[in-house]
């Protein structure tokens, strides 16, 4: 079972990576685009790292 930090920290998380991607969506072709997307992409790999660290440490996500 996971905790309320982990849901809390997944959702902070998912909303980042949402506006990232539909500004990219909406800007399509632009630099302002390519860099959401890119921005995007980073906030998965860090949601990734922090649920998996928190994951570790966390006694009642273990």
Same mark, same amino acid.
């Given at each position: 079972?996971?905790?309320? &930090?982990?849901? $809390? ?11 990232? %991607? #539909?500004? %990219?969506?909406?800007? &399509? #072709? /632009? %630099?302002? #685009?390519?860099?959401?997307? /890119?921005?995007?992409?980073?906030? !998965? &790999? ?6 998996? $660290?928190? /994951?570790e !440490?966390c006694?009642?996500?273990?």
């Amino acid at each position: 079972m996971k905790c309320r &930090r982990f849901d $809390t920290l997944r959702a902070e998380f998912e909303r980042e990576i949402a506006y990232f %991607s #539909g500004h %990219s969506a909406r800007n &399509r #072709g /632009t %630099s302002a #685009g390519k860099a959401s997307a /890119t921005h995007a992409i980073d906030a !998965r &790999r860090n949601m990734a790292r922090a649920l998996s $660290t928190h /994951t570790e !440490r966390c006694p009642e996500c273990c």
